[in-house]
């Protein structure tokens, strides 16, 4: 098991960046794979990207391709997602989230950190 305190959420304008933070205390953090979800008032939580135990695998959603980058740093214990060219769709609370096996599936993921909200204006 893993404990998860995400940060680096905030307000936001239209096409501006963020780069959240995910620290995880735990030896065995470097076996876990990663990922970021996100859920918006009144959705269900959803994929946002995921990377697996060495890092060497990426997986995004479609919606955040080519504007979102995870990645890990097992001897800092941290993942990150930075993000960038954000819209008021974006708006939401982000969680990380570990596995013990690489999958995008929400449910396979055991643990999570309380979240960080997103929120950007337009």
């Known amino acids: 098991q893993v404990q998860l305190v995400e940060s680096g959420g905030g307000l936001v304008q239209a096409g501006g960046s963020l780069r959240l933070s995910c620290a995880a205390s735990?030896?065995?953090?470097?076996?876990?794979?990663m990922a970021w979800f996100r859920q918006a008032p009144g959705k269900e939580r959803e994929f946002v990207a995921g990377i697996n135990w060495s890092g060497d695998i990426t997986d995004y959603a479609d919606s955040v391709k080519g504007r979102f980058t995870i990645a890990r740093d097992n001897a800092k214990n941290t993942v990150h997602l930075q993000t960038s060219s954000l819209n008021p769709g974006a708006t939401a609370v982000y969680y990380c989230?570990?596995?013990?096996?690489?999958?995008?599936?929400?449910?396979?993921?055991?643990?999570w950190g309380q979240g960080t909200q997103v929120t950007v204006s337009s």
């Open positions: 989230a570990a596995s013990q096996v690489w999958t995008t599936w929400r449910n396979d993921y055991s643990d």
């Open positions: 735990g030896r065995t953090f470097s076996s876990y794979a």
